[in-house]
């Protein structure tokens, strides 16, 4: 593998083209969160969301639920992206929109909309893949109010993909030539932060929960089994099963046990969570001798996987890079991004595309 990599180092500083001023409006609707944004030669002039409440009280995302409410959010959405960037319609060059994966009704709001400003404002339209995005957020213009140093990976880099539906490993050679060299086998990272707190009595979704009580944790306490999967694949299934006899028998002997331990086992958890997901993403860098690794997606907020992630590179000399939360998470700013290093590839696409619930590379 490590032969097929172009190991120049592209520069992505300066890349408009001709100084042309290339502005994208870009759209992201692939599961509950309606969000759009407006980006300037890669520079992120405004990203605006707006969260669904409306399924808190189902423990989960209801995707028709879902659906309706882009229905009722796009036009809204897209006005306030527009005016916090200080920019019309007309001013646009190109509409990029999340084409796939995600949820079949909530991904054809957003393309159906993007289609129609393209028809009628004739303008290019771009077709975004949701987790090449994820991959791009680490190239958005980091500074340092946000927490970043101001840099940018460098292609080629590694990303590990974390959010509540994929754990990915993907080597990036260049903002359209990516590869999944990694993937979890069963359950989503998220998924077994979201399923180990519901078996813990927490509410959806409990990554953020875990982590919250995992502060105050001692995560040496408990040891749960560490899955010994092939090549650089994940698997989180045998964990979330290991937790549930663990606490079937603990709560026999002390009925009171979650409560009383509560702190101890979600650092312990999340601690196995976070060693899993590294050792594989440390292996990855090693097989090929790559020294730019990000982190992206929703768990990627997980103050653990952060803290580990930025004293692995550290200790191996290698450059860590992390966006700031708000482009973690599902948010049309990711898609703005990719939609600018697509614009600069020539590679949109007609009216003719569809939206897609799954998508290959
Ligand atoms: P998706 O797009 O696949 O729905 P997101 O990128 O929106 O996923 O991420 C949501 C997931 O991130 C959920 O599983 C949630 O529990 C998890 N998550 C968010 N914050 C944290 C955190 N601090 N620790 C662990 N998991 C978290
Ligand atoms: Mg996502």
Not at 131 to 153: E, F, R, Y
Not at 160 to 170: A, D, F, P, R
Not at 211 to 225: C, H, I, L, T, V
């Amino acid at each position: 593998m490590n032969n097929e990599i172009k190991k120049e180092q592209i520069d992505l500083s300066s890349p408009s083209l001709s100084g042309q001023q290339i502005i994208i409006l870009a759209i992201e609707s692939s599961c509950d969160d309606t969000a759009a944004a407006v980006c300037l030669n890669g520079k992120i002039l405004s990203n605006f969301i707006a969260n669904q409440k409306v399924h808190e009280k189902y423990g989960g995302v209801v995707p028709e639920l879902a659906s309706r409410a882009h229905m009722q959010n796009i036009v809204p959405v897209v006005d306030v992206a527009l005016q916090q960037a200080g920019i019309t319609l007309n001013e646009i060059d190109a509409i990029a929109f999340t084409q796939a994966p995600g949820l079949i009704g909530s991904l054809l709001v957003g393309s159906g909309f993007a289609k129609s400003l393209s028809l009628s404002l004739n303008k290019p339209l771009i077709a975004v893949h949701h987790m090449q995005a994820h991959v791009l957020a680490n190239l958005i213009p980091n500074t340092p109010p946000n927490g970043g140093d101001g840099g940018k990976p460098l292609f080629p880099f590694l990303c590990l993909t974390v959010s509540g539906g994929h754990t990915q490993i993907v080597l990036a050679e260049s903002p359209t030539k990516m590869k999944v060299i990694g993937e979890t086998l069963d359950d989503a990272a998220g998924e077994a932060f979201d399923k180990s707190a519901k078996l813990l009595g927490l509410p959806y979704p409990g990554g953020p929960l875990i982590d919250k009580y995992a502060q105050e944790g001692n995560p040496k306490r408990f040891s749960f089994a560490e899955p010994q999967i092939d090549a650089l694949d994940f698997s989180f299934s045998g964990l979330k099963t290991s937790i549930l006899y663990f606490l079937q028998k603990e709560t026999k002997a002390d009925p009171q046990f979650i409560q009383n331990n509560l702190a101890d086992i979600c650092a312990s958890l999340q601690f196995r969570i976070v060693s899993i997901l590294l050792k594989k993403l440390k292996k990855a860098a090693l097989q090929n001798g790559i020294k730019h690794l990000c982190i992206a997606g929703g768990v990627s907020a997980n103050s653990e996987l952060r803290a580990s992630f930025q004293k692995m590179c550290d200790e191996n000399d290698w450059k860590a890079f992390i966006p700031p939360f708000e482009f973690c998470t599902d948010n049309a700013a990711m898609i703005a991004i990719t939609g600018y290093y697509k614009y600069l590839a020539n590679d949109f696409t007609d009216l003719s595309v569809s939206a897609s619930a799954r998508a290959g590379w």
